[in-house]
């Protein structure tokens, strides 16, 4: 089976700083992982995802995302934060062959002005 | 429109009432899912289907209702509604599936069941 963790479920920073949204996964075959971001009222819409290649993957809006095997972690991050960016991000696993997604909880993030 | 777009957005109903939530594509994906959004447990997977007539369970299957005679349609129905059903019904579509990852989501049907 496969899970993801996301650590807190609210994240707030002051605009023009440094996001850093946390997820670890947990999987016996090589991970798909994925970033999803939902703003308010609407949808999820794919933000970055890592099959295989390169572990930096770089998303929309100036996001991107490491792949760590070693600590089974795919956090998601942006140098500066813009207010644009306040919305819920969600961690997702899947794999080869897998047809389903797993997501993690959700962290929502606050932009401080 | 291209996309993927679900009705209601909204509803109220009554315990015991049966609902139907519609979800329809345009993009003519092998892969649609219904997925509930709550908080503290995220999105949770009710039932997903690969193609036409094909369907599966999800993690929360127990309630709920599918079918897709067709490719771009893929209603979700809650047979007696129970006050635990009261969530955020989100439906999604992909080429295929977990496999790029890659989902196409609607807007939401916020249900509250009294």
């Known amino acids: 089976a496969q899970s993801v963790t996301q650590l807190g479920s609210h994240l707030s920073v002051s605009e023009g700083a440094l996001v850093l949204l946390r997820c670890n996964y947990s999987s016996s075959v090589p991970p798909y992982l994925f970033w999803y971001v939902q703003y308010p009222n609407q949808g999820l819409q794919l933000l970055l995802k890592y099959t295989t290649g390169a572990t930096l993957v770089k998303g929309i809006n100036g996001f991107e995302a490491e792949f760590k095997k070693s600590e089974t972690s795919f956090h998601l991050t942006k140098p500066s934060a813009h207010m644009s960016d306040a919305a819920e991000y969600f961690c997702a696993v899947s794999n080869f062959g897998n047809e389903k997604l797993t997501f993690g909880t959700g962290t929502r993030l606050t932009i401080i002005p | 429109d291209a996309g993927i777009t679900q009705s209601p957005r909204y509803k109220i109903t009554e315990t015991g009432r049966q609902v139907t939530l519609m979800c329809h594509q345009t993009?003519?994906?092998?892969?649609m899912f219904w997925y509930r959004q709550d908080l503290g447990h995220g999105l949770r997977l009710i039932y997903y289907s690969a193609a036409a007539d094909i369907t599966d369970k999800g993690e929360v299957p127990d309630g709920y209702v599918v079918s897709r005679s067709k490719t771009e349609n893929f209603p979700l129905t809650l047979e007696s509604a129970t006050r635990s059903q009261t969530s955020v019904y989100f439906c999604?579509?992909?080429?295929?599936?977990?496999?790029?990852?890659?989902?196409?989501f609607g807007e939401g049907s916020r249900l509250t069941v009294l």
């Open positions: 993009w003519s994906h092998s892969y």
């Open positions: 999604a579509s992909g080429l295929a599936g977990g496999q790029t990852g890659e989902l196409f």
